[in-house]
């Protein structure tokens, strides 16, 4: 199976102030289709997931752009350039490449 | 608006059964693979299972494989999750998601509000 590591496990940010995110899976998520399914979604209190970020980098539909992601192969980032309150939550990375599909552990992101 | 409503909830012995439902409306149904994921209390997401959007091929993870099945009725736009022999550790909330492709669920895009099950004696 596909390990995905998150870190930090917890992040406190000030409003207005920048967060970054860092997701790293135990193999490369490059599919054999030449796309990479590397997904993040953000689980706000009491609210099922929602997916902000799929193939690395693409704003799903009605996610504001202050949030973005990067990376390639095993090496990923969500980052949220300027945090508002609505952003409190955990952020999971997920990848889709290979069954089982699997999640990062999470990370809270929460108001300094 | 695309929606997925959960149902079937509840609380079970150990070693019982239970069916979930999935009420999909607002997409064409059949043209996407759909996926099961759980929640148990307190911890981070586990994805359970998975089926194209023909049905024609299903995936699962091995800590449910053999007593979990997905099933899904696109006459019906409804997904099921026919669960049995349950244990205490299968206890979480189970989203439905919905995937972006029609064969494999690689990205789940919307997800439903979920259902509580609850595996004690």
């Known amino acids: 199976d596909i390990v995905m590591t998150q870190t930090p496990l917890s992040s406190p940010v000030a409003l207005g102030q920048p967060a970054s995110i860092s997701c790293r899976s135990s193999q490369s998520l490059v599919h054999s289709d030449g796309n990479t399914y590397l997904s993040w979604l953000q689980q706000r209190p009491g609210q099922p997931p929602r997916l902000l970020i799929y193939k690395i980098s693409n704003r799903f539909s009605g996610v504001p752009d202050r949030f973005s992601g990067s990376g390639a192969g095993t090496d990923f980032t969500l980052k949220i350039s300027r945090v508002e309150a609505e952003d409190v939550g955990i952020y999971y990375c997920m990848q889709g490449t290979q069954f089982p599909l699997t999640f990062g552990g999470g990370t809270k992101v929460e108001i300094k | 608006e695309v929606q997925l409503l959960e149902s079937g909830g509840g609380l079970v012995q150990p070693g019982g059964s239970l069916r979930l439902s999935c009420a999909a409306s607002g997409f064409s149904f059949s043209n996407y693979a759909m996926a099961w994921v759980r929640q148990a209390p307190g911890k981070g997401l586990e994805w359970v299972t998975g089926?194209?959007?023909?049905?024609?091929?299903?995936y699962y993870a091995d800590s449910v494989k053999g007593r979990f099945t997905i099933s899904r009725d696109n006459s019906e736009n409804t997904l099921y999750l026919q669960m049995s022999s349950l244990r205490a550790e299968d206890t979480a909330v189970y989203y439905c998601a919905k995937g972006q492709g029609t064969v494999r669920p690689h990205t789940l895009g919307v997800w439903g509000q979920g259902t509580t099950v609850t595996v004690s004696s």
């Open positions: 089926l194209s959007g023909s049905a024609t091929s299903t």
